[in-house]
């Protein structure tokens, strides 16, 4: 059996770290015998002979007359007659020597590394470090906060980095607030004395919920840009019957600017996008959703899943069978979930311009007015024109003032851009 | 202290003369010749990458380790130093063990846990050196005390080199020695040079054993590579001083043939001076005397060289397939139980 | 201005070259540092060029190598001396304890000496070849103790060091010294004594360390990290004594968990004072136990599988480091 014996570089010298190979005085198939000189070396302190270190056949050269190796590394390879072993498996015939050079001795496993593992105190979870309890007195939290934080470290104890985490999304001010308001002192009979007592339902307090941790969430900016709808509203006028008549379903301007958003979003991918921890996840689909207010004054946002891929007939359909739904409360999970951007128009009740609030998880919605007229200078003339304001809220933690304004003013060229053939296509 | 007195005095020693006895001449020479053939083994191994951290040997000083521990008694104490393999085989070490030292292998006489020249076996009264030169000559010293206490009339060797002279516990030892006393050979190589230092950078009196003097004690001075007159002299000092305990300097004069370690290349050593010893290699001087004296033929020398390989080839091979300690014993045995 | 690769070794020949071209008042000596140049080389040329009455050969003698530094110190000159191996400098500790570290308390009168010594393990040198010992010089008053890790630092600081009026033990690890380069400029400026160095950014632990560790605590921080499993600061001292306490403070207090890694022995090792250091002023700021990852209290090993055994390496730098931050 063909046993494969290294030729190394020798430490010569208790400091040196390479050596230089002066020559070999065999050639790569020659035999050689036990201690037979093979080639010469060179370190910093001195030149010296290798012998071979066992009797056989000098397989490979690794390192030629010049090349520099590091203690240690194989330079050379022997094969050597190894008398077979019952149950081993025959080295395969000499091929290519390896190429990386590797220490003679192999690493010693994992055990003979015995050092002793550093053995840190078992604690439960109780107990806070210093620098935890610290942390915790300069954010004044209780130790009640304090023992409802869960706990990384060993057995569940409470790290630096689970504080810091915990006060990163602790909401502003709640506990001081919390205790304000729950005064235990503060009876039903106390409240009612001030007025009529309305308790929130259960849907309330989740809308509720919802719209404080967003606003605690995101960065909220709004900004606003006005677009001249005169042309739209002229071709609705002229359309719009028979519009409905033939796809079933309204022709709104919500339909509209949901139909422009869709194809715009495709150029602002971190307005469609989400936060999830630190992440911002720009999101594949355009899924865009549609503020609904109910007659109770909730609220329910169903979506246009894949509004990017249908076309404006095809958006309005799905929008009206969607209100419909939302009116009946028929709406499914489904119809509400996957939202990647929120469209909400409160120009129904008049309003011009307003700050609507993100939904979370996404980081942006555009709020609709009023379609009104108004006094336009065009030309140095004055002339009467149809306007939308377009009240844009961001996330200011990933979006920033021009990317908003740059989406609103594509948003306002595209939608000024629109003309019957384009509402009737599949793309703008 | 009491101590036991022979009351002869062999003549020919108190005045310095060889006496007339003499070993065996082959155990002289196979002394010497098997320290020559394993440290050359060792040198091998060392360029093979077999042993690790460093090879010092004792090329052309064979005979001053292998002439004095055959003068000396079962009884006596050692303390061999850098170049001194040849009193350990001496004194009886096993060469197996000797290549199980070097190779670092749990079975070797230090278990590993020390190195290529630090080795010895105090069962039989050989002490293992540390690197401090000098440090090892006072504890020969104090050991040979302790045994003379307990009635036993041991005389002490002390290895060291001309370097070794300058060390401040040199002088310590030497002056304890001899104001106790202490029948310590302190046997002295000078062997031309410390590391690449001379001796003319490493003392100022004319010959080392002129420090006796300032001792008060004696100092001698010998050829160190002519193995049978060195053995005739230092049996007659020894056979002295157990009857009139106390120290002596024993300067033997030869030559570090090769460098300090096997990675040094001793270029600083003029080469009228290697060429001067070389012309007086130990080894080949016994030969030649043995020859010359009739106590062996030239036959006999062949047949012993090959005796003494196929023993150094045996233990290289045996000591290679031995087993490396097991770091599971990383810190066992740091303190004595009990 | 062009670089040069260069290292440990060779920096610390520039450093001493530096000192003998501006300083005649700089002499050096010690066993073979003449025209051998030194065991490792280190004073290589430096007796060529400037001739044996500044640069010589002493015998063997440690005691009276260190008793003549303090006669020379104390009349005007500045000796450099060269231990063989730190090991070796045992023999004549009474030297630099009694002697030159009391001198200047005692009389008003300074020792300007510097002892340079190659220290540490990894080379299979064995018990007496191989030690640290800088707790030692560290324990005596009067005597300061600088060890650099870096090429840069070492031929920076034996230049202050020597033109400090103390009593300074420079010590030059022994595997560094070939197995670490940099690429150095030709000019270049001394760096003062007592200021560590963060070596690696970092805010979920420090590693604080020196000498060879350095280098074996940035291979684990560096495997730590691309784990994921945190970003971890090392910090190294480059001064022993004085202490740069300073840094060790700030390096606690901008990463809460504490790794101590040295290759001397633990018991009353330089960790144990750095330990109590950061237990006695940064309490308020630990996020967990001070660690300490070090050598056992045994003798340096000879056998390769021992000394491996023996020796911290990044290997269990990163096992430790992986439980600290776990906890």
New interface residues.
């Given amino acids: 059996m063909i046993k494969r014996v290294p030729i190394v570089m020798p430490q010569m010298g208790q400091s040196v770290a390479e050596g230089t190979v002066i020559a070999w005085k065999k050639n790569v198939g020659d035999r050689i015998r036990a201690d037979e000189a093979l080639l010469e070396i060179e370190t910093d302190k001195t030149n010296a002979e290798i012998e071979s270190p066992a009797a056989g056949v000098l397989a490979a050269c690794l390192k030629q007359a010049g090349e520099r190796a590091a203690t240690g590394e194989v330079i050379g390879m022997l094969e050597v007659e190894a008398p077979d072993e019952v149950g081993t498996i025959p080295a395969p015939p000499a091929a290519a020597a390896p190429a990386v050079a590797a220490p003679v001795v192999a690493d010693p496993p994992r055990a003979a590394r015995l050092l002793p593992s550093i053995e840190l105190p078992e604690i439960n979870r109780d107990r806070f470090s210093p620098y935890v309890m610290r942390l915790a007195m300069m954010n004044d939290l209780s130790m009640q906060e304090l023992d409802s934080i869960p706990g990384t470290g060993r057995g569940s104890r409470v790290t630096k980095s689970d504080l810091l985490h915990y006060l990163s999304r602790r909401p502003i001010g709640a506990a001081s607030v919390r205790a304000e308001i729950g005064k235990a002192d503060l009876t039903p009979q106390d409240l009612e004395s001030l007025g009529r007592v309305l308790p929130m339902n259960s849907i309330r307090r989740t809308i509720a919920d919802h719209l404080v941790q967003s606003i605690h969430t995101s960065a909220h900016v709004t900004m606003v840009h006005v677009v001249d709808v005169t042309h739209l509203v002229e071709l609705r006028n002229r359309i719009k019957q028979e519009f409905e008549a033939r796809y079933r379903a309204k022709l709104t301007y919500t339909g509209i600017m949901l139909f422009v958003t869709s194809r715009v979003l495709h150029d602002f991918p971190t307005i469609n996008a989400s936060v999830v921890g630190t992440n911002l996840v720009l999101r594949r689909d355009i899924n865009i959703g549609c503020a609904v207010a109910l007659p109770d004054e909730s609220l329910v946002v169903p979506v246009v899943q894949h509004a990017d891929r249908k076309s404006f007939p095809e958006i309005t359909q799905d929008l009206s069978r969607l209100i419909a739904l939302a009116r009946q409360r028929e709406l499914t999970r489904a119809d509400v979930e996957g939202g990647t951007f929120t469209i909400s128009n409160f120009g129904a009740f008049g309003s011009i311009i307003g700050t609507p609030i993100i939904n979370q998880p996404q980081v942006a919605i555009l709020g609709m007015g009023a379609v009104v007229k108004a006094p336009v200078v065009v030309d140095g003339q004055i002339v009467i024109r149809d306007q939308l304001y377009l009240s844009f809220t961001f996330d200011h933690r990933v979006i920033d003032g021009a990317m908003g304004g740059r989406f609103l003013d594509a948003i306002r060229h595209a939608t000024e851009a629109l003309t019957e053939a384009t509402l009737n296509l599949q793309t703008l | 202290m009491s101590r036991k007195q022979t009351k002869a005095t062999p003549p020919a020693a108190a005045r310095g003369r060889p006496a007339q006895a003499a070993p065996p001449g082959s155990a002289l020479l196979k002394c010497m010749l098997l320290t020559q053939l394993t440290e050359e083994r060792l040198v091998?191994l060392?360029?093979?990458?077999?042993i690790?951290?460093?090879v010092y040997i004792s090329r052309g000083q064979e005979a001053i380790g292998a002439a004095t521990a055959a003068a000396g008694g079962p009884d006596d104490l050692y303390a061999p130093l850098i170049r001194d393999m040849s009193v350990h085989i001496g004194r009886g070490e096993p060469v197996l063990d000797i290549f199980r030292h070097c190779l670092?292998r749990v079975t070797g006489p230090?278990k590993?846990?020390?190195?290529?020249v630090?080795y010895g076996c105090l069962a039989r009264g050989v002490y293992p050196m540390?690197?401090?030169?000098?440090?090892m000559l006072p504890v020969v010293t104090g050991a040979v005390m302790a045994r003379r206490r307990q009635g036993r009339p041991a005389v002490g060797f002390a290895y060291l080199g001309d370097?070794?002279t300058?060390?401040?516990?040199f002088h310590e030892a030497v002056n304890f020695a001899a104001v106790f006393d202490v029948p310590v050979i302190f046997v002295i190589e000078n062997n031309q040079f410390?590391?690449?230092?001379p001796i003319t950078?490493?003392?100022r009196c004319r010959n080392l054993a002129d420090r006796a003097v300032g001792y008060g004690i004696e100092g001698l001075a010998a050829d160190g590579n002519e193995a049978v007159d060195l053995y005739r002299l230092v049996r007659g000092l020894v056979d002295q001083l157990r009857v009139r305990p106390r120290p002596v300097l024993l300067v033997c004069d030869t030559m570090r043939m090769r460098?300090h370690?096997?990675?040094?290349?001793f270029s600083?050593v003029p080469r009228d001076l290697l060429e001067r010893f070389t012309a007086r290699d130990p080894l080949d001087l016994a030969r030649a005397r043995l020859i010359a004296d009739g106590a062996l033929t030239a036959a006999e020398v062949a047949r012993l060289e090959q005796v003494c390989q196929a023993e150094v080839d045996a233990a290289c091979q045996q000591a290679l397939a031995e087993p490396?300690?097991?770091?599971?014993t990383?810190?066992e045995g740091?303190y004595a139980a009990g | 201005m062009p670089l040069a690769e260069t290292t440990l070794v060779e920096a610390i020949n520039q450093g001493l070259r530096r000192l003998l071209r501006e300083r005649p008042e700089v002499v050096l000596f010690g066993e073979d540092i003449g025209a051998f140049g030194g065991a490792f080389k280190a004073t290589l040329g430096l007796q060529q060029e400037f001739g044996e009455a500044r640069v010589f050969d002493t015998p063997i003698c440690e005691s009276a190598i260190f008793g003549a530094a303090i006669g020379m110190a104390t009349q005007g000159l500045r000796p450099i001396v060269e231990l063989q191996f730190v090991d070796f400098g045992m023999t004549a500790v009474h030297q630099l304890l009694n002697n030159a570290g009391t001198m200047h308390y005692r009389t008003g009168v300074a020792v300007p000496m510097t002892v340079r010594a190659p220290c540490g393990g990894g080379i299979c040198g064995g018990p007496f070849h191989s030690e640290e010992l800088e707790a030692f010089f560290c324990h005596m008053p009067g005597v300061k103790v600088v060890y650099p890790a870096f090429p840069a630092d070492a031929r920076a600081l034996l230049v202050s060091a020597a033109l400090d009026p103390n009593p300074v033990i420079f010590l030059e690890n022994k595997y560094l010294y070939r197995h670490v380069k940099e690429w150095l400029p030709a000019d270049w400026e001394p760096i003062p004594l007592g200021v560590a160095q963060v070596c690696r950014p970092g805010s979920d632990a420090v590693v604080l360390t020196y000498g060879a560790m350095v280098h074996e605590a940035l291979r684990a921080a560096e495997q730590v990290e691309q784990e994921g499993a945190g970003t971890v600061m090392v910090l190294d001292l480059r001064t022993l004594k004085p202490l740069d306490a300073d840094a060790v403070l700030a390096a606690v207090a901008a990463t809460n968990r504490v790794l101590i890694v040295h290759e001397g022995w633990r018991t009353g090792g330089f960790g144990a004072e750095l330990a109590a250091l950061v237990a006695e002023r940064a309490f308020h700021l630990l996020d967990a136990p001070v660690v300490r990852l070090t050598a056992p209290d045994v003798p340096v090993p000879f056998a390769p599988e021992l000394e491996r055994a023996y020796r911290p390496g990044a290997d269990t730098i990163h096992a430790a480091l992986l439980e600290l931050l776990d906890y």
């Fill in positions: 091998r060392y360029h093979q990458g077999r690790s951290g460093g670092g230090m590993g846990r020390d190195g290529n630090h540390i690197s401090h030169l000098g440090a370097g070794a300058s060390t401040g516990d410390a590391y690449s230092t950078r490493q003392f460098g370690g096997a990675h040094d290349d600083y490396p300690p097991d770091p599971a990383l810190t740091v």
